[in-house]
């Protein structure tokens, strides 16, 4: 019996694909729900919502019953679980909107698996129920289905006197395996009000939430007969099964290895084992909220082992607790690796003033490091927000990180979070960290059109995306979250008007629920319904498919294929994008073509390559970048509001654009910063890869404003087509438009092309056009195929230069082109007989000269994917040293080259060392250079002194 055996399965959804193809996921599995919006009348399904009594004594459980009707004339399948389907969209007490706390949640066989064994059969004009209960949390819950983010539960407080109304809706998902009779589509939201009564002298006065006193909902089970049937080989006395009494999540000790493996170095140490299932218990709490950074949820899906070793307590100077990871570069470099931590469950945390002492806190630390390895995202560079110094104490960016989950942790127990690390205060934001090591992003944040992609230069892209967050044409990054219609830009023979509605339950933000378009005089529009997007051309309903529909004037529209998402093109080549957020709106993207320069006008500015003036209203009156609330509102929002005879909207009978117009809404501005849930939202919004600002920002919002985790993956789709592609114009006919993803086999690619294809039979291949200027050397990253690791299921080369390529997950793989003047093909190939999607981005390499100031301090940036700064040596140098200072990114890469002899003198070392070199140039006449890059195609910044 291999000491090995000991393993710990965590049991959750389905594997979901990698986050960094979130630009796939989010529209094929998130946009097959439908969404609030105009078409509602005709939904399938139908709620009703009502309290079990008008008032309820503080304290006392709070109880919703939802009915569920079948509005349709076929028998059709209801869910009767709430979790998934049933939605909380807005809690308000005495007219106040709540805010939920969030976390990422995992259920024992998946959210999805949950939903489908909870589906029952129902008449038309039946009902089906869903009850809905405040717990011994004083919190209803709801929990949302993302196929790209995972699951994500909202907790929305009912502890406090007042007058409550909760704002909800019913829509199933459609899920993997989903049986063809579910009821499909959404209902309109509803309100259930109800009172909370202040009994004086009782109740703590505290959320219930935050009382550590929990129910002990689970119970632990020596199982070792049940075990041993499945597993012989498992030593009895080395089972243990840790069971949540709630159906919604657990954790299970067995012996099948899952896809992460969670295993004791000593399998005979049974009270480390124990010691660590009554953290895990706390982890997984019966709403899953327990564990606020996802490590779970994470880890669930994790390639890597996770090896749990006690370290000896000592009485005096205890070392207590540190995680290692087994490949320190891969746990950097986004290929990730397994880790060891070494747990000391005696020890409750070195003294801080004010701080809880917990051993758990201290374990969940450790993992959330794991964490980080295994995705290859840890950071070792240091926190400038504490750095004083290199003669003071220094705090890792990934100590910083992990603190600041254990304090998320902390809070959510009811314990006093930690102040400090190693000696250091605390930031309050993992930003802080980076905001004096690196300038700022700049002003212009390009959105790209296309959910499924598009290219946009620093300018002549503008979009309006999640609740709504505008960038203009010059990149201009501001939220307008009224309600009503507004003309987001207009020209000649073009115009697009966005019809923003309040968020469901919400007074402070809003969704895009319809988008109104004159593409060179057809009229055209997309409606979010209960059931998809409906696409209407001069007022009728129009099928789209990936065969691109000719306009009558030139225009054209192609649906994105196996994505609810459409991209427009104009005779210019202008184009715009609407794709599908979930069931609450939809996002909008648009690029104009150059020569509308100077000629556009609406929220998305006025496209003439200044930031500072996308403000001005409609009578041209310019206003300031960052205007107050009443100014951005009051003034320029209404300005652009549709007005009556101009509308390219359907309306039903008796609606026009005055039947949107909401005036005093938001009833106030919201931001990021001011949310009591941020700090939960940032590890979440983190943990599904939104880094990059404003993403992150907008990302915070979104999720800790709704609870839902729709808007996780719509921003980090968002943030993916900020930095892809290039696009062409739709041909008519054709069934590959030049949006990103590349499609069918075709292109060209360019630069930051991002492309999803699929090969479908064996031995089939798939070839993109290549258009990459006088680039001499290309990568493929980022690159996912049908498995996690390394194999031979698809080949990757250059037509008629390079054989047997094979990818693997995140890798890069390094193209040279012989002869720029000739024009190349990529081949994407089934090896055999392997059959499935693929997707990759094309990186160019960008090679650009710079000074060498030999003997002084040198500091540069890498801001794009393949940039390489040279340095050329003077002439006569006979030997080169590279030393570290302050300043430098973990990612930077040092290179010798010989640039006469086209070679490489020495290969590329990590450039944060202390030095590199002495480095020998043996030829005198020949010229040599040092070139800085980063071999993961990541950007940063470097510095060092050349000697």
């Not at 397994?338 to 701080?355: C, E, N, V």
């Not at 705090?395 to 400090?420: C, F, K, M, Q």
Request: charged content about 20%.
């Amino acid at each position: 019996m291999s000491s090995a055996s000991w393993q710990i399965r965590v049991v959750g959804e389905r594997r979901r694909a990698a986050l960094r193809i979130l630009v796939l996921l989010v529209c094929s599995g998130l946009a097959l729900i439908g969404t609030p919006g105009t078409a509602l009348a005709t939904s399938p399904v139908s709620l009703q919502g009502s309290a079990s009594k008008e008032e309820y004594a503080r304290g006392e459980r709070v109880q919703l019953i939802f009915a569920v009707r079948n509005s349709g004339s076929q028998e059709c399948r209801i869910s009767t679980v709430g979790d998934g389907s049933l939605i909380i969209t807005g809690v308000s007490r005495d007219g106040k909107a709540l805010t939920p706390q969030i976390a990422p949640v995992s259920h024992i066989d998946g959210l999805a698996r949950l939903m489908l064994s909870q589906l029952s059969s129902v008449s038309p004009g039946a009902r089906a129920t869903i009850d809905a209960d405040s717990g011994e949390r004083a919190a209803l819950r709801s929990v949302s289905w993302s196929a790209a983010s995972g699951s994500l539960l909202a907790l929305w407080p009912v502890d406090r006197p007042g007058h409550y109304r909760v704002t909800a809706m019913y829509s199933f998902p459609r899920l993997p395996e989903q049986p063809a009779d579910v009821c499909k589509g959404s209902s309109q939201p509803i309100t259930v009000a109800f009172a909370i009564l202040d009994n004086k002298g009782t109740g703590s006065g505290l959320p219930l939430w935050l009382v550590i006193g929990m129910p002990l909902t689970a119970v632990v089970l020596v199982a070792t007969g049940l075990i041993l049937r499945h597993a012989r080989r498992v030593p009895p006395a080395a089972v243990l099964l840790v069971l949540a009494v709630t159906p919604t999540a657990a954790v299970v000790l067995a012996p099948a290895p899952a896809h992460a493996e969670i295993v004791f170095d000593n399998p005979g140490d049974g009270a480390l084992q124990a010691a660590y299932g009554e953290c895990v218990r706390r982890f997984r709490s019966e709403d899953g909220a327990g564990d606020p950074a996802g490590i779970f949820t994470q880890l669930e899906f994790s390639p890597h082992r996770i090896v749990i070793a006690r370290e000896p307590h000592r009485q005096k100077n205890p070392i207590g607790s540190f995680a290692t990871p087994d490949d320190w570069r891969n746990a950097t470099n986004g290929t990730g690796t397994g880790s060891r931590i070494d747990w000391d469950p005696l020890h409750h945390g070195h003294p801080m003033a004010g701080t809880t002492a917990d051993s758990c806190a201290e374990l969940y630390h450790e993992m959330y490091h794991a964490y980080e390895y295994s995705k290859g995202i840890q950071d070792s560079s240091n926190c400038r927000a504490t750095d004083k110094g290199p003669d003071h104490p220094q705090a890792t960016v990934r100590e910083i990180a992990a603190s600041l989950a254990e304090n998320a942790y902390r809070r959510y127990h009811g314990l006093a979070p930690r102040d400090s690390y190693n000696g250091l205060k605390l930031p309050n934001s993992i930003d802080e960290c980076y905001e004096k090591n690196r300038p700022r992003p700049p002003r212009t944040y390009p959105v790209n059109p296309g959910r499924p992609g598009g290219d946009c230069p620093a300018v002549g892209c503008g979009g309006s995306n999640g609740d709504p967050h505008l960038t203009t044409f010059d990149g201009l990054h501001y939220d307008l979250q009224a309600a009503g219609e507004f003309v987001a830009v207009t020209g000649s023979g073009l115009e697009v008007q966005t019809r923003q509605v309040p968020y469901p339950g919400s007074t402070t933000v809003s969704v895009n629920s319809a988008i109104a378009m004159n593409v060179d005089g057809d009229r055209v529009g997309f409606y979010q319904t209960g059931d998809g997007i409906e696409v209407r051309v001069a007022s009728e309903m129009t099928k789209v498919s990936k065969e691109a529909l000719t306009l009558p004037h030139g225009g054209a529209i192609a649906r994105t294929p196996e994505m609810d998402a459409y991209l427009i093109t104009w005779p210019d080549s202008s184009s715009a994008a609407v794709a599908a957020l979930g069931v609450w709106g939809l996002n909008l993207d648009v690029r104009l073509a150059a020569a509308r320069k100077n000629a556009a006008n609406g929220i998305l500015g006025n496209f003439d390559g200044n930031a500072d003036n996308d403000l001005v209203t409609r009578d041209g009156s310019r206003l300031d970048s960052t205007p107050d609330f009443d100014t951005l509102y009051r003034r320029f929002g209404n300005s652009w509001r549709v007005r009556d005879g101009e509308s390219l909207f359907d309306y039903p009978s008796g609606q026009n654009t005055h039947t949107f117009t909401i005036a005093g809404f938001p009833s106030r501005p919201v931001s990021a910063a001011d949310l009591a849930a941020r700090d939960v939202a940032e590890l979440i919004c983190r943990n599904a890869g939104v880094s990059e600002q404003p993403y992150l920002n907008d990302c915070i919002v979104d999720v800790a404003v709704t609870g839902q985790s729709t808007f996780v993956a719509g921003m980090a789709a968002t943030q993916a087509t900020a930095t892809a592609v290039k696009i062409d114009p739709v041909t008519p006919g054709h069934s590959s438009p030049g949006q990103i993803p590349v499609t069918g086999g075709h292109g060209p690619l360019h630069d930051g092309s991002t492309v999803a294809d699929r090969i479908t039979t064996a031995a089939e291949a798939r070839r993109f056009d290549l258009d990459l200027g006088d680039t001499t050397v290309f990568y493929i990253a980022d690159w996912h195929g049908i498995t996690d690791g390394c194999d031979q299921t698809f080949s990757v080369n250059l037509v008629g230069v390079s054989n047997s390529n094979f990818p693997c997950t995140n890798g890069i793989v390094e193209f040279t082109i012989p002869d720029v003047s000739r024009r190349y093909q990529l081949e994407i190939a089934s090896a055999s007989t392997g059959t499935g999607p693929f997707s990759f981005t094309l990186i160019t390499a960008k090679p650009r000269t710079a000074p060498t100031p030999v003997g002084k301090a040198v500091t540069g940036r890498i801001q794009s994917r393949g940039q390489e700064d040279v340095y050329e040596l003077s002439a006569g140098v006979s030997a080169v040293t590279l030393t570290k200072t302050s300043g430098c990114d973990v990612d930077m890469f040092a290179e010798v080259h010989d640039l006469t002899a086209d070679s490489v003198l020495a290969g590329s070392n990590p450039l944060c060392g202390n030095q590199l070199g002495p480095y020998q140039l043996p030829d005198p006449t020949h010229r040599y250079a040092v070139v800085i890059r980063s071999i993961f195609l990541k950007t940063g910044q470097y510095a060092f002194t050349l000697g």
